[in-house]
């Protein structure tokens, strides 16, 4: 008899431990609490231990169709002076797939593998025998229950699970705008002034993704649409890019979550409900894609589900408290630096992102090879 999963929430990180699942012999079923399966459309990093994940699973060709494989990542000051660079080589990729493409791809390799998707299915509890509760009532007993649900968890709450949520004092608008030749189409550029930051990013032929950060208390920088005076006066080397700024965009704020544990009994809870962080370093997704291949290898070694799911936290959870707090202490270097020690913040980044230790703490979450992960060249078609 296979053993049986139900999942609370078919985000990235749902699709991505369900689709693993299935390739492992689990009978699957994904609940997602809106009618349709829809991703807001701008654009998403996807690291080497992404890329491994996506290559396993089946769905890399799909979601990177149309994806621009970045060769550098700059962060420059607001008159384009450079301050760091992360370049990348084939085997340490960062690609940049829209995000919709991700997630059609994901949806379309849940399905070939088998996995059930029912929309308009809202869980709300969970218990530690391994019991989803439902909004219409249904109890629904499994092997493995998972909390999948996002940063703002109402599961994980149900294990008594979250330690410390800070709802940020960072915010961040994301849109799509359209590509102009002479737009670099493998560099990302990120420019810094004071705690601004305006991010260019190549996405597709056709467009490239845009995203703004600034403190939650700074209202002119927070307005949607966006203030273009604001944006083309504080960062004069993008200009041509705020000129193109679209009506369309979104404002988030920048969550940061951990739990007390990430499991208790037959219940896991995996992506943003588990460790949801600023997206400073583009990695949030790819630590959820690495956490999800290891609680399936972990599970796949170990039958006992509770002992496995303990195993799987102890052996997994310093990497992500790792990326999370370089996320963090990133955020905290751009999002609260006044004007003024803008000059003082340059100097130190430019001295110590050369050095080993940093480049080290930096990348190690975007280098990691996911637990059971193969390359596209081991995977038998
Ligand atoms: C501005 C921004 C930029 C980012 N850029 C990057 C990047 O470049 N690279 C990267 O790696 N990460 C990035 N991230 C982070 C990344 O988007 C998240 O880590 C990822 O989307 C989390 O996926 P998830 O499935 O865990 O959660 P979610 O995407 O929140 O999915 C949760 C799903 O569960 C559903 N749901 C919620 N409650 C219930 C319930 N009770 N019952 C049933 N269904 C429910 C929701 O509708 C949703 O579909 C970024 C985040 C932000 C805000």
New binding site residues.
């Given amino acids: 008899m296979p053993r049986t999963a139900e999942i ?7 699709l991505v431990l369900g689709s693993r699942l299935a390739q492992l012999g689990w009978d699957v079923r994904l ?4 009618p349709e399966l829809r991703m807001f459309g701008a ?4 690291w080497e231990s ?1 890329l491994r994940t996506l290559e396993t699973l089946g769905a890399y060709d799909q979601a990177t169709a149309r994806a621009r494989s970045i060769k550098e990542w700059r962060i420059a000051d607001q008159n384009g002076r450079p301050l760091m660079s992360r370049f990348t080589t084939p085997s340490d990729r960062l690609l940049l797939p829209p995000r919709a493409d991700l997630y059609e791809a994901l949806i379309a390799q849940a399905q070939k593998l088998g996995v059930q998707i029912e929309t308009s ?4 509890g969970a218990t530690a025998d391994g019991t989803l509760q439902m909004e219409d009532g249904r109890e629904l007993k499994a092997d493995l229950v998972v909390a ?4 703002y ?3 994980r709450e149900s294990i008594s699970s979250t330690s410390w949520m800070d709802f940020g004092t960072e915010a ?1 608008i ?1 849109m799509m705008i359209d590509r102009e030749p002479g737009d670099p189409d493998d560099t990302i550029i990120e420019y810094w002034h004071g705690p601004r930051r305006l991010l260019y990013n190549p996405c597709t032929e056709g467009q490239d993704y845009i ?1 703004l950060s600034a403190p939650v208390s700074d209202e002119r920088a927070a307005q949607v649409p966006v203030d273009r005076e604001l944006w083309a006066e504080q960062f004069p080397r993008a200009a041509h890019l705020v000129e193109r700024f679209a009506e369309a965009s979104r404002w ?1 704020r ?1 969550v940061n979550v951990r739990c007390r544990h990430w499991s208790r009994g037959h219940v896991a809870v ?4 588990a460790h ?1 962080m600023p ?1 400073n370093l ?7 894609f690495i956490n999800a291949m290891a609680l399936a290898a972990t599970l796949d070694q170990e039958r006992d589900v509770p002992t496995a799911l303990a195993r799987w936290e102890k052996e997994n959870r310093a990497l992500t408290d790792h990326v999370q707090w370089w996320s963090y202490l990133y955020g905290f270097v751009v999002g609260k630096c006044p004007e003024r020690m803008s000059g003082v913040r340059a100097r130190v980044l430019k001295t110590v992102s050369g050095t080993k230790q940093f480049q080290t703490g930096l990348n190690k979450g975007a280098r990691h090879v996911p637990a059971g992960a193969r390359t596209t060249a081991t995977i038998p078609t």
């Fill in positions: 609370a929430g078919a985000g990235l990180s749902g609940h997602e609490r809106n654009g998403i990093w996807i992404g299915s809202l869980a709300t999948a649900d996002g940063a968890s109402r599961l961040g994301r995203f988030d920048l995996v992506g943003d409900a949801a997206p583009g990695q949030a997704a790819n630590t959820a």
